[in-house]
């Protein structure tokens, strides 16, 4: 590119929304924490797995079952989502607060990495007797 001679019309999103081509043969409900996977470059749910990069929360159920990779797309929001906690030494507490959590499931979110075996949710925002305020 070239630098600007004339006016030009940028184009924005608030940075919230998001569609994304959906992985071969995959299921993703509404309200699943949704990632992309960068081994096939689609997205999936929620898993544990180091090829994994959290994106959001389903906005509605994605069900590509039997489809091709990217037959169909799916709605993700970011934002700060309240999600199931991990148990025993994985669980999250408040003193986890602006660290990162990683992906045990498409609901879950663990304190640790499992030894290298899971990629990173989100932030912690908070923790509460529920589950975990998580930033994706």
């Not at 898993?47 to 990779?69: E, R, S």
């Not at 906690?85 to 408040?94: C, E, H, K, P």
Request: net charge neutral; with cysteine; hydrophobic share 45%.
């Amino acid at each position: 590119m070239t630098v600007l001679t004339t006016d030009r019309n940028t184009t924005n999103r608030a940075g919230i929304d998001f569609e994304f081509p959906v992985a071969a043969n995959t299921k993703i409900f509404a309200g699943a924490i949704a990632a992309i996977d960068t081994a096939t470059a689609t997205a999936t749910k929620g898993g544990t797995a180091t090829t994994l990069k959290a994106v959001g929360i389903a906005q509605a159920t994605a069900d590509n079952t039997g489809g091709a990779a990217g037959a169909i797309r799916v709605r993700v929001r970011r934002g700060v989502w309240h999600v199931a906690n991990s148990a025993a030494a994985d669980q999250i507490t408040l003193a986890d607060v602006n660290t990162d959590c990683y992906l045990v499931d498409d609901q879950t979110v663990a304190k640790t990495n499992g030894g290298n075996t899971r990629s990173i949710a989100g932030k912690v925002r908070d923790v509460d007797e529920t589950g975990v305020w998580v930033e994706f």
